[in-house]
């Protein structure tokens, strides 16, 4: 199996602020990882990193047999898919369903040609219905509810055919139904086995989608756990990873975390 990302001895420093210290990481072809940590661990800066949207301070970065720094990012980026709130945020405010989709194959949030390709056309059409979103496609994507917007934002991230594809906490803002239809669909989609290396971040071990094969634990800059999923979500690790000590279940490839009843359990 090739490599789709490597990080040797990565570190983000800005300031006196260490974001990532001496990250080791590999993901191959096929893994569906899941990212997790607290608030400020440092997940949207491995992310960054991994789309080739940041360069580390220390340490090299390889994507997609490139090697950051070395490469013009604008020739990887479209191999790469990305679904996050900044750049949901770049997304103009009059901007219609269909339009947020197909200009992924251009590169660029906003419309900027009168008209596209029709395959192009076709093939953002066909991701918007496999993520339910067909009806919506002449709707603004300001109007969406959040669930709705993230599948768009997921369909968008789909539209180069990436062979990654990143997910920064696709599931917040979701209500319980929106967050389970999410779920399934990623649970369908890391199924998939012509899907691309998948890496999902979440703040919620709920929201891990049964399929996903391995993942990385991250506090304060530093990876905490990482490797094949059953080894690493652990009571042990995810205690030590959000500093509280957890009770874990999983159940029909679904994990839940709850802190531990007994007072002052040892972490
Ligand atoms: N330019 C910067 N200068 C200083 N600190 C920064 C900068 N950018 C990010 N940080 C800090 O780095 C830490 C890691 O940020 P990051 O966004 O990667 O965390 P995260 O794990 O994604 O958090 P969250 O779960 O809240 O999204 C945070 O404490 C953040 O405040
Ligand atoms: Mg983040």
Request: no cysteine; hydrophobic share 45%; glycine share 10%.
């Amino acid at each position: 199996m090739n490599d789709v990302l490597r990080l040797s001895g990565v570190s983000v420093v800005r300031g006196a602020k260490t974001l990532l210290d001496g990250v080791d990481w590999k993901v191959r072809e096929g893994e569906r990882w899941v990212v997790l940590g607290p608030n400020g661990a440092g997940k949207t800066t491995l992310l960054q990193l991994a789309a080739a949207r940041m360069h580390p301070t220390r340490g090299t970065v390889q994507i997609l047999d490139e090697t950051l720094g070395r490469v013009d990012v604008f020739d990887l980026r479209p191999r790469i898919g990305l679904a996050s709130a900044a750049l949901a945020n770049q997304i103009p405010e009059h901007e219609k369903v269909l339009n947020v989709v197909v200009t992924a194959a251009y590169g660029v949030t906003g419309r900027w040609r009168e008209a596209y390709e029709k395959d192009d056309e076709r093939r953002a059409f066909g991701l918007l219905n496999e993520w339910g979103m067909g009806p919506l496609l002449g709707r603004v994507f300001s109007t969406l509810s959040e669930g709705e917007r993230k599948r768009v934002q997921i369909a968008r991230a789909l539209m180069t055919d990436p062979e990654l594809l990143l997910l920064d906490e696709p599931g917040a803002g979701l209500d319980l139904g929106g967050r389970e239809e999410l779920v399934y669909k990623l649970s369908e989609l890391a199924q998939d086995e012509f899907a691309p290396a998948l890496v999902l971040v979440t703040h919620h071990l709920e929201e891990v989608p049964p399929g996903f094969t391995h993942a990385l634990l991250l506090r304060d800059g530093h990876v905490v756990a990482e490797g094949e999923i059953d080894g690493v979500l652990t009571e042990k690790n995810l205690s030590e990873t959000f500093g509280l000590p957890l009770d874990v279940a999983a159940n029909a490839g679904r994990y839940t975390a709850v802190r531990r009843a007994t007072a002052g359990a040892a972490v």
